[in-house]
């Protein structure tokens, strides 16, 4: 095949697009678009063709699943099931590990996709309260996904695309557990990875205002011990009130006593009064995060179905200047309560209904529905900010959310139904049950993502037509041949993998399998190989071993914006890991297969 002038002008878009992502020259939505305007304008790609690409049912599938988890971190309802599984992670390390088995276990038999939307609320929320920063945590998410689906033949649908095509080149099928030669010890290789190296390298993204709100506001709220709060009998140190991340307990009211400090072995008891200090955020899960532990004065608000809580300014002119909270007569006024003050500059003590309130206090409110309909509430304070919001579910609507999510997956898995079509079905039933309104959908969908990955589809497109990745993939191949069967091997894995880091899995599937299928052919009639196998699992585990870039694989890109990453993140993280994989998927198939 003679290199063409389309494949010249190929070659210069993926220079530009690997250069402006790593280098940050725009942003990658600007990048892309750029990318596909000129392939566009050259004729390469027609506007079908580009415009096919947003219409992909995979990158419905991450959008539905997005919204979806969307408003499971709203309801909590999550943190309540993996708080069991977490129970006693305390630590980023701690918490690291387990999220890492525990989700590449499942991975291995569940489509990992909805597994990691499922997480992806709760590792927000546990950053938020552990004072981590969430880009600490959801790459690993991803790559623990990735791991664990290389383990068996079910675990992605990269390595079931490969078996069909296997099926359809005349070989036997693969079993189940034949993936595992590679992909079990590469499950421990990768973990130990991400915890002694890639932790250290990935970046520290934290919310800017949140970062600068944690620093230099810091609230006092109170919470009382409920004879039934599973904190009764235990010491401070053992309910975990001396780890939490941006929170710090300040003094325990004890009947007419007032202890401070409090002491690590210091046993609590029901009706205890415990005052903290710490950020917005933290105080705001506090609410939801243990069980018994209650706010004064909060019940009737806290039974309503949707609640915020804001951060609100008393300004000079408010009537509210001069009185105690206790005087303030928030909960009828104004339908919230409030549960912390921050006065800047001073570090306030006691219990919360004795504070004086003075001009430019801040308020953490709870706030019922009626809150936004009063109308005089913004004469008396101002800078409304809502820093939370909590949706409280019926029993039916409690049932409906996870167990039709589990369906939904459960159903894709055995093939029943397809994934998109049974969380759509899931998504109408969430509306039509008042658990999520239309607008909050709207809110919830990530236009940016849909945007980046339907592009980055068409350019996968566009490197199939000129012929530029038939060309790249066997003068790659070819560069490698004088190596033997081993770097024969190694060349497979690695252009499968840079082609499926810019191209979908499947596209680079396609064209990468047919020339490894004939190499294999070639070497097991050289008698080099005593059969064809390695050549079939190298294809699959290159393509879907993908650590490098975000739009490699779906669930990178979902974590792309939530963690704040970069093209150079996922570089910086996914490059020596790559490599790693390469060594060791090379190496246990030279020793399985007999090639040495």
């Known amino acids: 095949m003679s290199f063409t002038f389309d494949m010249a002008l190929m070659v210069l878009v993926i220079i530009f697009i690997i250069v402006s992502l790593y280098k940050e020259y725009f942003t990658p939505i600007i990048t892309f678009m750029i990318a596909i305007v000129a392939l566009t304008a050259s004729g390469i790609l027609t506007p079908k063709e580009v415009l096919m690409g947003f219409a992909n049912e ?64 709760y590792v927000n929320n546990w950053s938020r309260r552990f004072g981590v920063a969430p880009s600490k945590l959801l790459m690993p998410l991803s790559f623990a996904a990735i791991l664990g689906g290389c383990v068996t033949l079910v675990g992605t649908s990269t390595n079931l695309l490969v078996n069909g095509m296997a099926q359809d080149a005349g070989l036997k099928t693969l079993r189940i557990f034949d993936f595992a030669w590679v992909g079990l010890p590469m499950v421990v290789v990768g973990f130990l990875f991400m915890r002694f190296i890639g932790s250290k390298l990935l970046p520290d993204n934290r919310d800017a205002l949140s970062d600068f709100n944690s620093r230099q506001k810091e609230y006092l709220a109170e919470a009382i011990i409920l004879p039934k709060c599973e904190l009764v009998g235990k010491s401070v140190e053992e309910a975990g ?43 705001a899960d506090l609410i939801n995060s243990v069980k018994g532990l209650a706010f004064p004065h909060l019940h009737k608000i806290e039974s309503q179905k949707k609640t915020d809580v804001v951060e609100v300014v008393i300004p000079h002119n408010s009537y509210l200047i001069g009185l105690k909270v206790s005087e303030s007569n928030f909960r009828s006024r104004y339908d919230a309560v409030i549960i912390a003050i921050h006065r800047n500059g001073k570090r306030l003590s006691g219990k919360l209904g004795d504070v004086e309130l003075e001009a430019g206090d801040d308020l953490l409110l709870f706030t019922g529905k009626g809150f936004y309909k009063r109308g005089d509430a913004y004469n008396h304070f101002y800078n409304v900010t809502r820093v939370k919001q909590i949706h409280k579910l019926t029993l039916f609507q409690a049932i409906l959310l996870p167990s039709g999510l589990a369906a939904s997956i459960a159903l894709s898995s055995l093939h029943v139904f397809p994934l998109f079509s049974a969380l759509l079905i899931l998504l109408m ?168």
């Open 241 to 283: 009130l001396r780890q939490l991340k941006g929170l710090f307990l300040v003094e325990l009211q004890r009947e007419h006593h007032l202890i401070s400090p409090v002491e690590p072995n210091r046993i609590l008891r029901a009706n205890d009064r415990l005052i903290f200090a710490g950020n917005t955020d933290t105080i």
């Open 429 to 596: 039933l969430l509306v039509l049950t008042r658990i999520v309104t239309v607008p909050e959908i709207k809110q919830s969908t990530d236009f940016n993502l849909l945007a980046i990955q339907g592009m980055a589809l068409g350019l996968g497109k566009a490197m199939t037509l000129t012929g530029l990745a038939f060309l790249v993939a066997t003068g790659f191949i070819d560069v490698f041949n004088p190596l033997g069967v081993l770097g024969v091997l190694a060349g497979i894995f690695i252009i499968t993998n840079l082609l499926s880091s810019f191209m979908t899995n499947v596209a680079a599937v396609s064209i990468v399998f047919p020339i490894s299928y004939a190499l294999g052919l070639q070497f097991v009639e050289q008698g080099l190989v005593g059969e064809i196998t390695p050549f079939v699992l190298v294809v699959a585990t290159g393509a879907a071993a993908n650590f490098m870039t975000p739009i490699g694989y779906q669930t990178n890109l979902m974590v792309y914006g939530p963690g704040g990453y970069t093209f150079r993140d996922f570089m910086r993280v996914g490059l020596p890991l790559t490599f790693i994989y390469l060594v060791f998927c090379v190496t246990i198939l030279g020793f399985v297969y007999n090639i040495f």
């Open 58 to 121: 995979q990158i419905a599938v991450i959008i539905l699943l997005l919204i979806i988890g969307n408003i499971i971190q709203r309801t909590s309802l999550i943190d309540a099931v993996f708080d069991k599984v977490f129970n006693n992670a305390r630590t980023y390390h701690g918490f690291l590990y387990r999220l890492m088995i525990y989700v590449g276990g499942f991975s291995a038999f569940l489509n990992n996709t909805p597994l990691v939307a499922m997480m992806m609320p």
